[in-house]
């Protein structure tokens, strides 16, 4: 087993400053190994909404939940929406005998208004499949092609783990999105998640898939908005500002979140039939942004586009700061017109260009290029550093 111990801390961390901590995850990304491992040596009582044995003992849920002491886990809670305004009541007790550890495979949007309800007494973390951080430098090649989720990434060759990416990705389809209330064919869903990977890295264009799929473009915005609740898609806002005439990007981009359920959907079963797709690029780009987003928050990061072809993949606001992470799978990176524009029109502090390489070396002024583990501890450090007042 790989230890998630990063996370734990951030877990437990926030569990000693709120009463009520849910931790967000796609299925299957190894939330309940570390809820069990956070609970282990210490009071704690445990519920699977899953498991019609827990299920009972929820009938009577003040009865149930009220006397327990120590740490409750509750896991799959967007199954039962009902229990939030009564842990509202217990959260706000005068003496908290209970910490609640709130596991959940949607968005707190979806998890029957969770973030509206426990407002002010719920702290949220999200958790992905394992990283670059967890599997070591060494292992990023197989880390990319089988992605994070732990039975995929630790299967015992490549086709038991494509075997398992498939079996979830049927049953994410048949069962998980009808229990979150998502009520279109699977066989819908398929296709939307198979043309989103088809455009994965690139900017939606809800018309166009709508006219493949034969539904209305609002249809297919609702497809994505539940996709992305479910975890497994990721939106990535655009950034735009006032540039004189200049013209921006505003729709969105898309990206399925785990590269080995996005190679899975291309039906790319080995690395030798990664790179020679055209996705190959814009696979490694995701990888990329799927770390510096879950280390940097969602609300700050955006990617930056004109219809005039300047681009940057990631647009970054840390402790006051502006940055930029350009992804290039490549030899040898060189500083383009697009990135000049990039730097001046958003006036970045500093352009990370990020790529397979192992090494770091300046580009130019403001500009380097780092490998994706230096980039990470870049971030990682700056934002550790006190916010500083805007200039700008």
């Not at 509202?88 to 908290?96: E, G, I, Q």
């Not at 390489?357 to 780092?370: I, K, M």
Request: glycine share 8%.
């Amino acid at each position: 087993m790989i230890s998630r111990s990063t996370k734990q801390r951030e877990v437990e961390l926030r569990l000693r400053e709120s009463p009520i901590v849910a931790l967000l995850g796609p299925r299957q990304c190894g939330k309940t190994t570390l809820a069990r491992t956070i609970s282990a040596g210490r009071p704690s009582t445990y519920f699977d909404l899953e498991d019609p044995k827990s299920l009972a003992r929820l009938r009577e849920p003040m009865t149930a939940l009220g006397p327990l002491r120590g740490l409750v886990v509750i896991d799959e809670v967007q199954r039962l929406p009902e229990l939030f305004p009564l842990l509202r009541v217990l959260a706000d007790r005068p003496k908290r005998s209970a910490r609640f550890l709130l596991l959940g495979s949607a968005s707190a949007e979806l998890a029957g208004g969770t973030s509206e309800t426990l407002a002010g007494r719920v702290a949220f973390v999200e958790m992905g499949g394992l990283d670059l951080e967890e599997v070591g430098l060494d292992n990023l090649r197989r880390l990319w092609l089988r992605g994070g989720f732990p039975r995929s990434y630790l299967g015992r060759n490549q086709a038991e783990s494509l075997r398992w990416r498939e079996d979830f990705v049927r049953t994410f389809l048949e069962r998980d999105l009808p229990q979150l209330g998502f009520r279109a064919p699977a066989a819908t869903y398929r296709r939307f998640w198979t043309m989103l990977a088809h455009t994965h890295g690139g900017v939606l264009n809800a018309s166009e898939i709508g006219n493949a799929l034969g539904e209305a473009h609002t249809t297919v915005q609702r497809h994505l908005d539940n996709l992305c609740g479910a975890l497994v898609v990721r939106r990535l806002t655009p950034w735009f500002e006032n540039l004189g005439k200049k013209r921006q990007v505003k729709s969105p981009k898309v990206y399925v979140r785990d590269s080995g359920i996005l190679h899975t959907l291309l039906g790319l079963s080995s690395f030798e039939s990664l790179e020679s797709h055209p996705k190959l690029g814009a696979s490694f780009e995701g990888l990329v942004i799927e770390h510096v987003v879950a280390l940097v928050g969602e609300r700050n990061a955006f990617f930056w586009a004109t219809p005039a072809g300047a681009e940057l993949d990631l647009f970054l606001t840390v402790g006051g700061a502006r940055y930029g992470v350009e992804v290039k799978y490549g030899d040898a990176p060189s500083v383009t017109k697009s990135m000049r524009v990039a730097l001046h029109d958003l006036a970045l502090d500093r352009l990370f260009v990020v790529g397979p390489w192992t090494d770091s070396y300046p580009l130019g002024e403001n500009v380097e290029a780092c490998s994706l583990v230096d980039v990470l501890a870049r971030l990682r450090s700056l934002k550790a550093r006190p916010p500083r007042r805007a200039e700008r």
